[in-house]
């Protein structure tokens, strides 16, 4: 019996169908363009937060979950099938407090640092600059280095860039080298800060912007590279932030930053990401969908300064965020993934 129905309706379906293809027309405009999604929207952000590197990306050679020279196989995979065209390190927070020369060398020789902006904990730099540029190239994807201007020093930074990107007889080229690496990798993007307004120097933008002309002028371009140098931009509707970098750095600088997350405030609860009323779940898409009016509104401020549009807005921090999971450590912003 079941059969005789199931065969009837598939007859009255594929009838059904076979009348409204007589009725259907498939009109082509050839000449009309959609544009073009850049593929840089499909970037990614690794900071060292919870187990993002550590037992994420990285586990080490002498580990005994299945690794690649250190980097966790079944991780560096995915991240091959997805074909991450950018990716953002070592922060986020920890960027303005990570001291480069600490994460090259030998890793057994390496200092160990406290974590103090993630949970305290204690981290052994393992995870460096070799290992991060060296992970780019095993996923094809173009490095995004996040430089330390709230702890860190303009000459810091520039012998960071020269250790990356120099192929000349130079000081930190050929530190680089007597570490096992000959060629200087390609960078192109380079953050001159982060959130400099809050966890990177609570800042004033007045101020910034004139950390960020000096700096920039020592994050020099050697040989064949290119910098894209990135002022550390705006949170969320903090449109004087823009206006001020606008008016005072210009074009000196070749992209902006901007933060965008879905949190009603940084202090106290940001909710459960795991136990809320439907009410709570709507006001989650509402938050989502005003990152458009935001985007265009820092925009307009942008192009007042900047007609011709040379300078790029970067929304290289995003997402939801809710309270830590209980019983999960302290710090790490374990948050499960959900619907919400």
């Known amino acids: 019996m079941k059969k005789k129905v199931l065969t009837i309706v598939l007859f009255i379906l594929s009838n059904t169908l076979i009348s409204f293809a007589e009725d259907t027309k498939i009109i082509l405009h050839t000449k009309q363009s959609a544009g073009t999604i850049h593929k840089e929207l499909y970037g990614q952000f690794a900071e060292h937060l919870g187990t993002c590197i550590y037992g994420g990306l990285w586990v080490g050679n002498n580990s005994s979950i299945p690794n690649i020279?250190?980097?966790?196989?079944?991780?560096?995979?995915?991240?091959?099938?997805?074909?991450?065209?950018?990716?953002?390190?070592?922060?986020?927070?920890?960027?303005?407090?990570?001291?480069?020369?600490?994460?090259?060398?030998?890793?057994?020789?390496?200092?160990?640092?406290?974590?103090?902006?993630?949970?305290?904990?204690?981290?052994?730099?393992?995870?460096?600059?070799?290992?991060?540029?060296?992970?780019?190239?095993?996923?094809?994807?173009?490095?995004?280095?996040?430089?330390?201007?709230?702890?860190?020093?303009?000459?810091?930074?520039?012998?960071?860039?020269?250790?990356?990107?120099?192929?000349?007889?130079?000081?930190?080229?050929?530190?680089?080298?007597?570490?096992?690496?000959?060629?200087?990798?390609?960078?192109?993007?380079?953050?001159?800060?982060?959130?400099?307004?809050?966890?990177?120097?609570?800042?004033?933008?007045?101020?910034?912007?004139?950390?960020?002309?000096?700096?920039?002028?020592?994050?020099?371009?050697?040989?064949?590279?290119?910098?894209?140098?990135?002022?550390?931009?705006?949170?969320?509707?903090?449109?004087?932030?823009?206006?001020?970098?606008?008016?005072?750095?210009?074009?000196?600088?070749?992209?902006?930053?901007?933060?965008?997350?879905?949190?009603?405030?940084?202090?106290g609860s940001k909710g459960s990401a795991t136990k809320f009323l439907n009410d709570e779940y709507y006001w989650t898409i509402g938050k989502c969908l005003e990152i458009e009016d935001v985007i265009k509104k820092h925009c307009s401020i942008m192009d007042k300064r900047d007609p011709q549009k040379r300078i790029g807005l970067l929304v290289d921090e995003w997402g939801t965020w809710w309270d830590e999971e209980p019983g999960t450590i302290r710090g790490h912003l374990y948050q499960q993934n959900t619907m919400r």
């Open 69 to 267: 020279n250190g980097y966790r196989k079944d991780v560096l995979h995915a991240l091959q099938d997805l074909k991450v065209p950018v990716l953002r390190w070592p922060g986020g927070c920890f960027a303005d407090e990570y001291h480069w020369m600490d994460g090259i060398g030998p890793q057994d020789k390496r200092p160990k640092m406290q974590n103090n902006n993630w949970g305290g904990t204690i981290e052994d730099n393992s995870f460096g600059t070799h290992e991060f540029l060296n992970l780019c190239e095993l996923l094809g994807a173009e490095p995004y280095i996040s430089g330390n201007v709230g702890s860190g020093t303009v000459e810091e930074l520039a012998k960071w860039v020269e250790y990356m990107t120099s192929d000349g007889d130079t000081p930190m080229a050929n530190l680089r080298r007597k570490n096992g690496r000959q060629k200087a990798w390609k960078v192109k993007y380079l953050g001159v800060g982060n959130e400099s307004w809050g966890c990177g120097g609570n800042m004033r933008p007045e101020y910034y912007s004139d950390l960020f002309r000096r700096y920039s002028v020592y994050c020099r371009n050697y040989d064949t590279n290119r910098l894209y140098k990135i002022a550390s931009g705006a949170s969320d509707y903090d449109y004087n932030w823009t206006k001020v970098l606008m008016d005072n750095v210009g074009n000196r600088m070749d992209g902006l930053s901007l933060h965008y997350y879905t949190v009603k405030g940084w202090s």
